[in-house]
């Protein structure tokens, strides 16, 4: 991380990066099965043996390539430019495989950035790359700025403010059927554990609580995160009260 870069592990995270690699290395495996990839790269490819990549490797039994890119994040108020409507914000969020599958929720929503504020895990730990299946290319994602100035900006950039908490005074549905949701809006996310903190919740517009039809107790950070961008995503996209048919 000293000269700000990460490790890229696997066919398809190289693939999604292909573009930025400054280093690719492959085992005689990963040579035979992906020569179309090795052909496109940018840069310059290194056979090296299994033991070699396995060494290099985060998983158990790497899959023939890694690479090696430049560190992804970017400051903050350059990923809120062009007026964003839809930002996830993970607040302190720690396990890693819940923040890659934030991020590629997030992709597959339409958001516009990702926002890992100050405790969170980093988007670039071999984990976190995996679990976001190549969407940690694809959108802005901005790294350790504090809860407060986060907020800040996004306020700034026009965003409303959500949080969501089982113990939340909006029901997800009321705002939906209300037409709160077609506003900009950027969801704080806890942490898996103790959710999010009393100043995540003071800094926010609105506390949200998703609605449980049946006997579950809770949701998971990523569902949780899911079912909430979605209702912002369609919100955002259906027409608007009296728009015309057709």
Known sequence: ???????????????EALPTLVELYADPDGQERFADL???????????????????????????????????DVPLEQALTGSPRLVAVLVATQDPGNAGT?????DAAGADAVVLTDGSTDPHGGK??????????????AYGPSLEQTVTALRAAGLQILATTGSGQDDLDDLLD???????????????????????LALADRTVRIPLRGRAESLNLATAAAVCLYASAHAQRRPGPG???G
């Open 1 to 15: 991380m000293a000269e700000r870069r990460f490790v890229v592990e696997g066919p398809q995270a190289v693939r």
């Open 243 to 245: 728009a015309a048919d």
């Open 38 to 72: 090795l052909a496109a790269a940018p840069c310059p490819v290194t056979p090296v043996s299994r033991d070699v990549l396995a060494a290099m490797a985060e998983t158990v039994t790497p899959q023939g390539v890694v690479g090696v890119a430049p560190l992804l």
């Open 128 to 141: 976190c790359v995996r679990a976001t299946a190549g969407s940690l290319w694809h959108l802005p994602v």
């Open 178 to 200: 209300a037409g709160a949701l077609t506003a900009p809006t950027a969801w704080l996310l806890g942490n898996e554990g103790s959710g999010l903190g009393d100043e995540a």
């Open 102 to 106: 934030v991020i590629r929720t997030a």
